[in-house]
């Protein structure tokens, strides 16, 4: 079993920046991928970004590219999403999750019960 619990949701402004954390507990971090996802109101949840269980990899969707970073520290069992230049459009419950390194939400196994970030024009 695996518990993932998000943190470092909010409301901000278009522009600003927040950062997420999951923390983890009940299996080897350091063993798996990690990745965010988001869904918003009405919309499938979608791909967000993915690191290797080193860290050393990452893998962003389009439309968080160069605005995003996901980071993580195995030391802390714990993954990080740094939101930078935040959008409208980036309202959205956002996950983490546990499994492979991938896009897929199907290569992930395990789920945080996701943490709501809002962002106002």
């Known amino acids: 079993q695996v518990q993932l619990v998000e943190s470092g949701g909010g409301l901000v402004q278009a522009g600003g920046s927040l950062r997420l954390s999951c923390a983890s507990s009940?299996?080897?971090?350091?063993?798996?991928?990690m990745g965010w996802f988001r869904q918003a109101p009405g919309k499938e949840r979608e791909f967000v970004a993915a690191i290797t269980r080193s860290g050393v990899s990452t893998y962003y969707a389009d439309s968080v590219k160069g605005r995003f970073i996901i980071s993580r520290d195995n030391a802390k069992n714990t993954v990080y999403l740094q939101m930078n230049s935040l959008k409208p459009e980036d309202t959205a419950v956002y996950y983490c999750?546990?499994?492979?390194?991938?896009?897929?939400?199907?290569?992930?196994?395990?789920w945080g019960q996701g943490t709501q970030v809002t962002v106002s024009s």
């Open positions: 999750a546990v499994g492979r390194y991938s896009g897929d939400p199907a290569a992930y196994d395990y």
């Open positions: 009940g299996r080897t971090f350091s063993s798996y991928a």
